[in-house]
């Protein structure tokens, strides 16, 4: 968020100042040592299991420390209650309650770019030294003291034009339940083959070319666009971009199809199409090439739905894993009649079709709760 003149009634506060935090108390467990059970387990990003024992019982608000995203209205904060289990990817805050609401530090944190405050390249971090010096505006009654009430009345008309996008993302939700319903309902499991389809090792017919490693000393603010990670899943994630040439079989066109193969389980993994201008692609994600009688849109949803069982074989620490190249190439590949997978796609089109209509009212939506968002940190709410 763009730092603007607060209200006379408000005033800036180190966040040292209005929470306590608690990151001694946290505990990271490897997938191999953890035992399973219902107590969530927590990770920069939201849930990452679930085990059987807690370190915490109380409302929290956690804040990415490293492996998440801190730009200008990207997630990196979410509130826990109840018993659970945090790893060291998460910053663990408890408010001081005569300071400061927790949903209001919520919306502040996830509106406002904090980038300034992150440190690395390749997997930023942000330090709790850093993190406690970083300033937070406040309503102020007129001793200085936090005005409670005043957060209360601004938390409640956030949450109301939140309502407003959530409705809006539930249709999204349901058109995505629709497709994926359509597709078993033509393919059948994808893990059993119960339609009988001739199937084929990926590696028989499907080419999988690796990006290209750009070194962060190569990066630039001018020359082609780097598709990284999260250029995939976060359509609002900014762009590194590289001045030079690149292998041809590293730049990616519109409508290119993309296997992103590392990242975080539940947010990272899967199949796109690329919709966006031409770019070079970054390493740990394929550029998948088909053979003809495979029709992109339906090899994506197949893929896809397969994820639960790539994932569970995938490598690496707690939080970043990968599935390596060879497990891919060893996945059955339905092969259904051309003409089917066709009639697949055009029914997704036609879904998506309808979504496109419906983006001005997401818009709109969107729009009214950013505005709300502004105002309400530059005390014009108040």
Not at 344 to 357: M, R
């Amino acid at each position: 968020m763009k730092q603007k003149q607060i209200n006379q009634n408000w005033k800036e506060f180190e966040l040292g100042e209005i929470i306590e935090c608690l990151d001694n108390q946290r505990i990271p467990i490897t997938g191999s040592d953890r035992k399973k059970g219902e107590i969530p387990y927590y990770g920069a990003n939201g849930q990452q299991d679930s085990v059987a024992d807690s370190i915490f019982n109380e409302e929290l608000l956690l804040l990415a420390e490293d492996g998440g995203s801190w730009g200008y209205k990207q997630k990196c904060s979410y509130i826990i209650n109840g018993k659970s289990w945090v790893n060291n990817h998460a910053h663990v805050l408890r408010m001081k309650k005569d300071m400061i609401n927790i949903n209001l530090l919520r919306y502040w944190f996830n509106l406002t770019d904090l980038n300034k405050y992150i440190s690395g390249t390749t997997r930023g971090k942000l330090n709790q030294g850093v993190m406690k010096k970083i300033k937070i505006p406040l309503p102020v009654l007129s001793d200085g003291t936090s005005d409670l009430e005043k957060q209360k009345q601004i938390v409640a008309m956030l949450e109301k034009a939140e309502g407003l996008k959530d409705k809006r993302k539930g249709l999204d939700e349901l058109f995505d339940e629709y497709l994926k319903s359509v597709f078993y309902e033509m393919f059948g499991d994808p893990f059993n083959n119960p339609k009988g389809f001739n199937t084929k090792r990926l590696v028989k017919d499907v080419v999988l070319i690796n990006g290209r490693a750009f070194k962060t000393s190569e990066w630039s603010n001018e020359g082609i666009k780097i598709i990284r990670i999260q250029n995939l899943n976060k359509p609002s994630a900014g762009y590194n971009r590289y001045n030079g040439e690149v292998d041809e079989k590293n730049i990616v066109e519109k409508g290119d199809m993309l296997l992103s193969w590392s990242g975080t389980p539940g947010t990272s993994f899967g199949v796109f199409i690329w919709e966006k201008e031409k770019a070079a692609l970054n390493q740990h994600i394929f550029k998948v090439e088909l053979p003809s009688d495979l029709e992109k849109t339906f090899f994506q949803y197949f893929i896809n739905s397969k994820l639960l069982e790539l994932i569970s074989k995938s490598h690496g620490g707690v939080g970043l894993q990968h599935i390596t190249k060879s497990e891919l190439n060893n996945v059955d590949v339905y092969y259904p009649p051309i003409t089917l997978q066709e009639k697949f796609a055009s029914i997704v089109e036609q879904v998506e079709k309808i979504k496109d209509k419906l983006k001005d009212e997401k818009k709109d939506a969107d729009e009214l709760f950013n505005a709300l968002m502004q105002k309400a940190f530059s005390g014009e709410l108040a």
